[in-house]
């Protein structure tokens, strides 16, 4: 498991960079394995199943863990469930964000990651990123946050005020 350094120059950069890297997993056979492990109790067709089945388990299993001081690390979904099999699952806001995209879009979601800042001035600022789903899976008509690291949270919950970014897979 290698990494890489980006030099990224503005934050929605660094989204969309995010953003790839979810999008190389979603067909791995470790991810999609994944995701239909988890989400093996759902009825087919079970939308609301598969968000709280996958959302539930990434916030059970993937244990918050901050980024070294100097780097901000995109782990890729696939070797993050592989640290998590060998008892070493943890990671920050956007290794869980990517990891619920994958998995999920492995799935057939249409899946975005959305960074979060504080207060109005939509210049930057953003501190936080989580995933959302386009729900139903099937045309889409509203947004649904998922983020598996605000304790007190659940599926659709988003942070208060504030501004946002959303890159959307492709």
Not at 2 to 30: H, I, M, N, Y
Request: aromatic letters at 8%.
């Amino acid at each position: 498991m290698r990494s890489r350094t980006f030099e990224l120059a503005t934050q929605q950069g660094a989204l969309e960079q995010l953003a790839q890297v979810a999008a190389k997993d979603v067909t791995s056979p470790v991810v999609i394995g994944f995701a239909r492990k988890i989400t093996n109790a759902c009825d087919s067709r079970d939308d609301q199943c598969e968000l709280d089945a996958v959302y539930d388990w990434v916030k059970s299993n993937i244990r918050y863990v901050s980024d070294p001081r100097s780097t901000d690390l995109f782990m890729q979904p696939a070797n993050l469930l592989k640290m998590y099999e060998k008892g070493a699952g943890g990671g920050d806001c956007d290794d869980h964000a990517s990891l619920i995209v994958a998995l999920l879009a492995s799935l057939g979601w249409h899946m975005g990651l959305r960074a979060w800042g504080r207060g109005k001035n939509q210049n930057g600022d953003y501190v936080h990123v989580y995933a959302v789903a386009g729900y139903p899976k099937k045309n889409p008509t509203e947004d649904v946050g998922l983020d598996t690291t605000v304790e007190d949270a659940s599926v659709g919950w988003e942070p208060p005020g504030g501004h946002v970014l959303t890159a959307w897979l492709e």
